[in-house]
């Protein structure tokens, strides 16, 4: 992961000053190594050994949080990309309830019912934390479909971002078997009947629909089997499973980033001329030293005040290369795409 | 490499041309290939005795036929051919309620053309998707709960979702006592073939798509 161009340039600078930090990390490493040298700098040489910094050596932990928490994200970003974390931190809600809802829970279908009554009646706050697990589960189907309806709305399940699409469909495949085996464990009537429907809807798939009820139930007929089976695959193996695939989500999304919404304007790689440019014959040097805006754009980690100065920098010194002027951070649009963007709600964020 | 020779020196002996690089007359593998297949045929050995045995264990119920279990439900002059009684047998012992079932008993009528010493149970587990059903006496009908399945007295569907008639329990005669055996599915002419799921058509092609599973019993002979 990248750092940011402004601390790396400080790790460098603190590096040089110090020569005995050079024997610990060579600075031909690149970015994590300057950042190692910093850890070094504070943590061992400099301030004796603690730790946390001992930890952190050794595990790079905070290059890693970094990394994930101060990504660049697109111009654009709003409120609908907060659902999938949403929905993340409804499954930490239902993972913590769930295992201590498990304290109480029996899963024998001779005491299942009489657990189930005891832990909401009698256990303090035992109808709080069921409830919570109860209307927890709806809440997180609710919020899987509009995180689902926002990656589809602004086209971020598209190149290269279709594994995670994938990834999120199981995702919601999971988490309605997780509806459908935890609806048996209260085993009262509406959870019985609920669950003899449902399995003879599996059981109505033709050829190999007869032999997968029969896995679910553990036998042909619904059995003492059965509620225990619901209850290994509610409490271990799907939960298991969703959260190893919550980890390879995220993986994607740090490593490929996201998407900026459909309203604000597709970057353009450097060096690359869209169609109006090649008909009207403009160059490519004439184009590159204009801001690259939308997908690639960085607006959000830079420190004002330097912004400040890259934008006047960049406005001054229109004839140099675009390479020299850092053009990602800030710089007038020619004159067309500026017309298009004035109307744009978003635009005002370009300088932030 | 030669063993007899060093570095940048003629071998001593000439050795063959290796012939792809690194694989001699007569091998189709070099060492370090048979060292890989090797260490990974070793893994998978061992992953496959630990994966094995778990799925077999968790399949192992769709192999295994329960005991076949027959409940008495009352002497033979407790039913008639003009309507049903509702008895209550257990069909999975150890689970309490959740293992019972209700069916409905009569004796054989000749309107259907059945033999009057026989027993007819009719299960009330809906063939659409499993609801209980219950007979009305005012309609002579099977009426389910769930999505309005409708059916005759025999038991055959006259309406709504389901795709076969009811199913019906094995029956004899002990002692006097009425017995209810395994339960059997039957097709739309009543003829008797192995259980199904609710759900699952009978008869036709559908015994192709529904094939039987072990862990049911073989129906009675019609």
């Known amino acids: 992961m990248k750092l940011l161009p402004s601390r790396k340039k400080k790790a460098e600078a603190d590096g040089s000053e110090n020569g005995e930090v050079e024997a610990v990390a060579k600075p031909t490493r690149g970015e994590r190594a300057a950042q190692a040298k910093q850890l070094a700098t504070h943590h061992g040489t400099q301030s004796g050994i603690d730790v946390a910094g001992w930890v952190d050596s050794r595990t790079n932990a905070t290059g890693i949080f970094t990394a994930m928490m101060s990504r660049h994200v697109p111009k654009g970003t709003n409120w609908f990309y907060t659902l999938g974390s949403a929905t993340m931190f409804i499954f930490a809600m239902q993972a913590i309830t769930g295992v201590f809802l498990s304290m109480y829970y029996t899963p024998s279908a001779t005491q299942a019912y009489a657990s189930i009554t005891h832990l909401t009646n009698e256990v303090f706050m035992g109808e709080f934390v069921r409830g919570l697990h109860k209307w927890g589960a709806s809440l997180m189907i609710i919020l899987i479909f509009l995180h689902m309806a926002r990656t589809f709305f602004f086209g971020a399940y598209k190149y290269p971002r279709e594994l995670n699409w994938v990834i999120g469909v199981v995702l919601l495949i999971l988490t309605t078997v997780m509806g459908l085996t935890g609806y048996l464990l209260p085993f009262d009537q509406r959870s019985f009947w609920a669950t003899i429907v449902a399995n003879n809807i599996t059981a109505s798939g033709p050829v190999v629909g007869p032999y997968l009820a029969d896995f679910l139930r553990a036998g042909p007929d619904f059995s003492a089997t059965t509620l225990s089976r619901f209850y290994a695959l509610h409490m271990m193996v799907v939960p298991g499973l969703i959260g190893a695939l919550i980890g390879a989500h995220l993986f994607f999304v740090v490593k490929l980033g996201t998407t900026a919404p459909p309203w604000v304007r597709a970057g353009r790689p450097k060096g690359s001329r869209p169609t109006e440019a090649v008909a009207a014959g403009v160059a490519v040097e004439d184009l590159d030293e204009v801001a690259v805006n939308g997908a690639v754009t960085v607006a959000d980690a830079e420190p004002p005040a330097e912004a400040e100065v890259d934008a006047a920098e960049a406005e001054e010194v229109e004839a140099k290369p675009a390479e020299e002027t850092e053009a990602e951070t800030a710089a007038p649009e020619p004159a067309e795409e500026a017309a298009e963007e004035a109307s744009s709600e978003e635009d005002g964020e370009v300088n932030s | ?222």
Not at chain 2, 39 to 65: C, D, H, T, Y
Not at chain 2, 185 to 209: C, H, M, Y
């Open chain 2, 1 to 222: 490499m030669n063993k007899n020779s060093k570095p940048g020196e003629e071998p001593r002996v000439k050795l063959p041309e290796a012939d792809p690089r690194g694989y001699f007359e007569g091998e189709s593998m070099t060492r370090r290939h048979v060292f890989t297949v090797a260490s990974q045929a070793i893994g998978g050995v061992a992953a496959a005795a630990v994966v094995l045995p778990v799925v077999g264990f968790a399949v192992a119920p769709l192999f295994e036929r329960g005991e076949e279990r027959w409940e008495a439900v009352g002497p033979v002059e407790d039913f008639t051919d003009e309507t049903y009684k509702q008895v209550v047998i257990t069909e999975t012992p150890g689970i309490g309620e959740a293992g019972k079932t209700t069916a409905y008993v009569r004796t054989g009528a000749e309107k259907y053309n059945e033999e009057p010493n026989d027993i007819i149970a009719v299960s009330t587990r809906c063939a659409h998707l499993g609801c209980p059903v219950r007979f009305v006496q005012a309609a002579q009908n099977f009426i389910c709960p769930c999505h309005g399945g409708v059916y005759d007295f025999e038991g055959k569907r006259i309406g709504g979702p389901p795709v076969r008639p009811l199913d019906r329990f094995q029956t004899r005669v002990r002692g006097g006592q009425v017995e209810l055996g395994p339960r059997y599915s039957v097709t739309n002419q009543l003829k008797a073939v192995r259980v199904r799921d609710p759900g699952e058509f009978t008869g036709g092609i559908w015994e192709f798509l529904y094939p039987p599973r072990p862990s049911t019993f073989p129906p009675p002979s019609n």
